[in-house]
């Protein structure tokens, strides 16, 4: 019996150890109608080779994305336009960037990053749902990590296995 639960514990701690790989966000909760410091997780390479690329899809309703600079890594926008017009502080905005990439560095698998984007969060935004960002990693020779899964109603991100990092839109606060 004592062995069962040993091999059982072992199993937890390591599934826990995969929840822990995920590429994640650093705070899972920002107001609507507001700027936000998107600060991205990458806790590995790709399967033992280092990250190269880290692409960030941005979700509709995330406007005026300015992303930090890396040193060791190239910085590029891809921009184009959105599906509505949006207000950032009452001028109307219907273009902008759509992804970040990251490239030319050398995460190792073994090394942690974080890779920083502000945003401003519309008011067009769902207050209660979850905003998903799409990350693709890529590495030599073709390996990739795609934490791009988004749940589907009534799903958790932990159902999935490679789940793109969500951030809970919350009612903006009140004040300036």
Not at 106 to 130: A, I, M, Q
């Amino acid at each position: 019996m004592l062995k069962k639960l040993s091999l059982a514990a072992a199993l937890v701690a390591v599934g826990s150890g995969a929840a822990i790989a995920h590429t994640t966000l650093e705070t899972t909760e920002a107001p609507v109608g507001a700027s936000h410091k998107a600060v991205f997780r990458v806790p590995h390479g790709c399967e033992g080779k280092p990250t190269n690329v880290v692409r960030v899809q941005i979700p509709e309703g995330v406007i005026a994305v300015k992303p930090m600079p890396k040193p060791g890594w190239t910085l590029e926008r891809v921009t184009g336009a959105y599906a509505n017009t949006y207000d950032y502080h009452g001028t109307p905005v219907k273009e902008g960037v759509k992804e970040v990439l990251w490239k030319g560095g050398d995460l190792r698998d073994d090394e942690y990053d974080e890779f920083v984007v502000r945003v401003y969060l519309t008011s067009d935004l769902p207050v209660g749902k979850t905003l998903y960002f799409p990350i693709v990693q890529e590495c030599p020779a073709g390996a990739t990590e795609r934490w791009i899964e988004i749940p589907a109603e009534g799903q958790s991100g932990d159902d999935l296995e490679f789940p793109a990092p969500g951030l809970k839109l919350l009612e903006k606060a009140g004040g300036h």
